[in-house]
């Protein structure tokens, strides 16, 4: 559908690609969720706010919205903030009170300087130093202009809200196939009831809390209501739901992914369900680490359940990184110690690195925390075993971010971004 909102934006929800099409003028409720059979495409973009032509002076593809995106990564990092976040930070300036006549911006009084007589006393305890209102006005519609067309915009806030939905009904799904697949193989390999239901009352609150920040972002984007500082507990809550599934679908997939493992390599068993088995296992494992809250692979527990069978474990895939960076010129990376690498898992003078090496391509969000988690503008490189995202490429291509794929098994490094072949100290 398309609905053109009072800031002369149109906003469009569509359904991904095999799914049945929403109809004209419909938008999901406060208790929506997909199908279980329906497929999980990660990075979809369900939601598009876009500019009604002439209302806005540059678009997504315009060199001035590249600049705004870079020019605000600071800025998106404590986002969404409240006038109150811009006065605590804002330069001050001297403030005369309301009855006397208003100083020039920047002024400030001169030595012996002494207030007319005829103006009257100022307000008992008036500050005169005060947050420069100009600058928290400007600051506050460059924020505006980011929630709207940034990166971290409404548009996103909307996908991200869908994709955490669709996410937590899909890893759900794939475990209860991944249990009945074995339970044809081992009738004991089956979901205990305990299991299921805290999946399911994990998975309610994500949609429940989705279902509020959604309506959140809507009220806000057709000027029903407003963004203030409870969206921050809006948001905040949705992503510790987010993680309360995480964390009841770890065990899960451990315990059967143990039993499969096992199952897939007894040649008892029929070779296609043994595939079958294998397949969902991975499929489980990837989707979950789609939303892990851990910020690398290396905080994880190491079992290795979203890597790729086989591989080599982490620190190798770190280390080479690490060479890759050194080979380029930085000739002082190295991996950061685990549980202090700050974002980052490979470091050196003028360059931070984060490294995946898991079995499902990297996405934007991972791409937009080593952005946002490099505070002193170093270059940026991001290695993936699996590839990434389109959206991830679009985002790293504005932030530039250099990209690179990378084997263990065969020590190959290769650029596949523009910023990675740039990429030389």
């Known amino acids: ?10 906003c469009r929800w569509s359904a991904p690609y095999g799914w049945p099409q929403a109809p004209v003028g419909w938008f999901p409720d406060a208790r929506w969720r997909p199908a279980t059979h329906l497929p999980y495409e990660p990075d979809y973009r369900w939601w598009r706010v876009e500019t009604l032509p002439g209302v806005h002076d540059f678009g997504r593809n315009d060199p001035s919205y590249i600049k705004l995106v870079l020019d605000t990564l600071d ?37 012996g300087w002494r207030p007319d007589p005829s103006w009257g006393p100022a307000p008992h305890g008036w500050q005169f130093d005060q947050p420069d209102r100009l600058w928290v006005h400007e600051n506050l519609e460059r924020r505006d202009g980011v929630f709207l067309l940034g990166p971290t915009g409404i548009e996103t806030l909307l996908n991200r809200i869908e994709d955490y939905v669709a996410w937590s009904v899909a890893s759900v799904e794939r475990l209860r196939e991944l249990s009945r697949s074995l339970e044809q193989l081992d009738p004991g390999s089956t979901l205990a009831p305990s299991e299921l239901q805290s999946l399911h009352q994990a998975q309610d609150d994500v949609v429940g809390r989705a279902g509020t920040a959604r309506t959140y972002v809507l009220y806000a984007l057709f000027s029903i209501g407003e963004f203030d500082g409870w969206f921050r507990h809006v948001r905040t809550e949705l992503a510790a739901a987010v993680q309360r599934q995480f964390h009841a679908a770890r065990p899960v997939i451990h315990r059967l992914g143990e039993i499969g493992l096992s199952v897939v390599s007894q040649d008892q068993y029929p070779e296609e369900a043994r595939t079958r088995v294998y397949d969902l296992y991975m499929q489980s494992s990837a989707l979950l680490r789609t939303h892990s809250p851990f910020s690398s692979d290396r905080d994880d527990d190491g079992d290795g359940s979203a890597s790729l069978p086989g591989s080599a474990p ?3 895939a770190e280390e080479l990184a690490a060479t890759e960076l050194r080979r380029r010129g930085f000739h002082d990376a190295q991996r950061t110690p685990p549980g202090a690498d700050g974002g980052f898992d490979v470091e050196g003078r003028g360059v931070v690195a984060q490294v995946k090496y898991l079995a499902a391509p990297v996405g934007r969000e991972a791409i937009q925390r080593l952005a946002g988690a490099n505070t002193h503008k170093a270059r940026m490189a991001f290695f993936s075993r699996s590839g990434y995202t389109r959206t991830a490429r679009e985002f790293a291509d504005a932030a530039d971010v250099a990209l690179f794929t990378l084997s263990v098994d065969d020590d190959a490094v290769d650029a596949v971004n523009d910023s990675g072949e740039r990429l030389w100290a």
Request: hydrophobic share 40%; no cysteine; glycine share 6%.
């Open 314 to 316: 982490w620190q190798l």
């Open 75 to 111: 800025l998106e990092r404590a986002f969404p903030d409240t006038p109150a976040f811009f006065a605590e930070i804002a330069p001050t300036v001297w403030t005369a009170p309301a009855h006397w006549p208003s100083a020039p911006r920047g002024w400030t009084p001169p030595t």
């Open 1 to 10: 559908m398309d609905t053109a909102t009072p800031g002369g934006y149109v």
